[in-house]
Each structure stands twice: as structure tokens, then as C-alpha cells.
């Protein structure tokens, strides 16, 4: 495994206030992240629980998007059947519900490693499609505008929308740009043949593929089509599911992509672990893996190992600070952990 040069917790749930006094702040990860001129800008998934316990119900929470505010509904525990800690499945619907609930938050950082003070700006779910929350951002600058992609989650199923700002003080929503079901998408920083591209990731109801991300491209960012297969996972670290993680970076040796992998097997119970790989993609033919360099994080450190859903690593920010690159990670779906590695680790490791 290439070796860590620092592990760090930046962020608990603690250090942020909910967003109404009845709940509660439970997680506080799988931020988006980028460095702009005025330091670097973490947007962190917020995850509430009701702060309310009504002994033999269970409350899940949801928005009430044109007001703008969370309420909760209460049903019988016998009502439901308890998957594991992050949802429940209705008995009578055979639906699934989220046992919590996410916005988005900015949080500043002067240098990447500490946090700043300051006002926090709230991005609060306020379209349909976003009534079970808003989850892992990813954030890329194109063309001197920051494009947030974040995964969507309501009734209508589990989507990836886009939205966009300049500042981080106002946002533009453009609405969802992959249908159900459909998320972990980045976004390339560069048109390539004069086209904007992604990763994502495809989930389908019927079992005939292993987990795979694919490669979409777009006159416009909003209009995706050219889709194709990249990646299928075959390792024993990444079989139960993979997904892009980072942002793609420029590198000399290829778009250097870290994606995430989930351990579970067939024959597994729980979730099972998640850890993060190393992708180098051909520089003009983004579509071609140039080198797949393996797992590069598992969880080893305590906040990594403990936690909401315990042994995650899930990376979803990079920063490039020349020598050494800083991945940014939710980790157990509670805390967010920062990784140092040294660049031409990471780039020869992957030979
Ligand atoms: C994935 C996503 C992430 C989450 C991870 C571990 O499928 O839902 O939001 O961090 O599982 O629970």
C-alpha cells in the first residue's frame, strides 16, 4: 500500500450546529472540495437525525421543500424492517427510507489542513427531486465557475444534479442532469475534442453487470449522451460496488481519478467496507485506462474505522498542491479525514 504522509479528522458533527433545534448533526463528510484564490472551500454533506425519541417509532426525516425546513414522520417500528443504519424499508410499500437526512454546508479552510471561522452558507434541499436530502458533493472549476455535482435523493430515486456558483455565497441550480438511478459523478475540469465529460455510475435493478463507472460526454454540461463503460470491478477490495470519487486531475502521466470500492460479496451480510483505488486515464482518450494502480486507502484510522457505518473511507476532494496531492475523504459516514500523499507515489506506484 503507498504509504499515507498524514492522516487527519478536520471536521465532527459536532463542530457544526443543526439546522433547526429539534435535530440533531450526526455526520459531517464526503465533502466537495477546491482550492479558490480566497483559500480552500469544503462542501460538507450534513447529515440530521429528529432530536426527538418516541419509544416504539421510528422517526424519518424528510424536507419540506417550498418551506424550506425538515419534518418527520413517525411510524410504528413494527411497520418497518431495519436494513442497516442508513435506511429502512417500509413493509407495506417495500420502499426504502433514509433514517437521516442531508444538506450541504460550506465550511472555509485557510491552508486545507485546519478550518477558518466565518459564516457557513446552507444549501437546503429545495426542489422535489431532493426531499430525502442532498449527498456527496464534488466539485469542479471550469472556465473560472465552480460546478458542483451532488447526488439527489426524494421518491423519485436516487439522481445526480448539478448546480453551479462563482463565490459560494449564491447558486445557480440547473437541475438533474442523470435519472434515476444514477450518482457518484465527477466532472472532467476540461473540454477534451471540444466536449465536457464525466464519470459515473449506473446502478440497475437487474443483476447483469459487476459494478462499473462509465464515461458520458456533453456540448453543455447539461445534455449527457456517448456513454460507455470504463472500469468494471474485479478486485476482492471493490467487487460490492465502485464509484468515482475525485474529480479527475491533470497529471503528465494521465487524468490521475481515485474512485471508491465496496468489499461486500454476494454471500456477505452489513455493508461491507469501502476503501479508495487509483486510475490513471490516457490524457486525450479519457475512455482508456492508462494504468489501474489498485487500492491506495483502507480504513485504518480510528474515525475511519468507528463511526455511523463503520469502516469507510470515501474520497470525494483532491487538491493538488504540486508534490503532494490532499485527498479529502468522508469517513464511517461521520466525520471528514484529510490524506497526504506524495504525487509521484501515487503516480509510480500505479506502473
Ligand atoms: C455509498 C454512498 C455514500 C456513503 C457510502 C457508505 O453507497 O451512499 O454516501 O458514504 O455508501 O455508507
Known sequence: MIPRLSSRCLLRPED??????????????????????????????????????????????????VRGHVITDWLPEQEVVFNDARVVKIRKTGLLRLTSTSHL?????????????????????????????MEDPRICLINDRFYITYVAVSPHGVATALASTQDF????????????????VVLFPEKIDDKYLALH??????????????????????????????LSATAAWDR???GAGTPPIRTFSG??????????????????????????????????????????LVPEMEYERQGLVPNVVFPTGIINQGETV??????????????????????????
Open 105 to 133: 454546508r460550506v465550511v472555509r479552510s485557510p491552508d486545507g489542513r485546519s478550518l477558518g471561522a466565518g459564516e457557513l452558507q446552507i444549501l437546503r434541499p429545495s426542489h422535489d427531486y431532493e426531499a430525502y436530502g
Open 255 to 296: 487524468w490521475l481519478a481515485i474512485y471508491h470500492g465496496n468489499d461486500k460479496g454476494e454471500e456477505d451480510s452489513g455493508i461491507g467496507g469501502y476503501g479508495a483505488g487509483l486510475l490513471l486515464l490516457d490524457l486525450d482518450h479519457p475512455e482508456k485506462i492508462s494504468r489501474a494502480g489498485g487500492q491506495i
Open 16 to 65: 457544526l450546529a443543526p439546522s433547526q433545534d429539534d435535530l440533531s448533526v450526526v455526520g459531517a463528510f464526503n465533502p466537495g472540495v477546491v482550492a479558490t484564490a480566497e483559500g480552500v472551500v469544503l462542501l460538507i454533506r450534513v447529515a440530521e437525525t429528529p432530536r426527538q425519541v418516541h419509544t416504539g417509532y421510528v422517526g424519518l426525516p424528510r424536507w419540506d421543500v
Open 326 to 351: 490532499l485527498i479529502y475523504c468522508g469517513a464511517a459516514d461521520t466525520v471528514t479525514g484529510v490524506v497526504e500523499f506524495r504525487l509521484s507515489d501515487l503516480l509510480e506506484e500505479s506502473s
Open 169 to 184: 455565497n449564491s447558486f445557480q441550480y440547473h437541475g438533474l442532469i442523470f435519472c434515476p438511478e444514477n450518482k457518484d
Open 240 to 242: 460490492g460496488r465502485i
Open 201 to 230: 455510475r449506473p446502478t440497475a435493478a437487474h443483476i447483469f453487470s459487476r459494478p462499473e463507472i462509465w464515461l458520458a460526454t456533453s456540448p453543455d454540461l447539461l445534455n449527457w449522451g456517448g456513454h460507455q463503460p470504463i
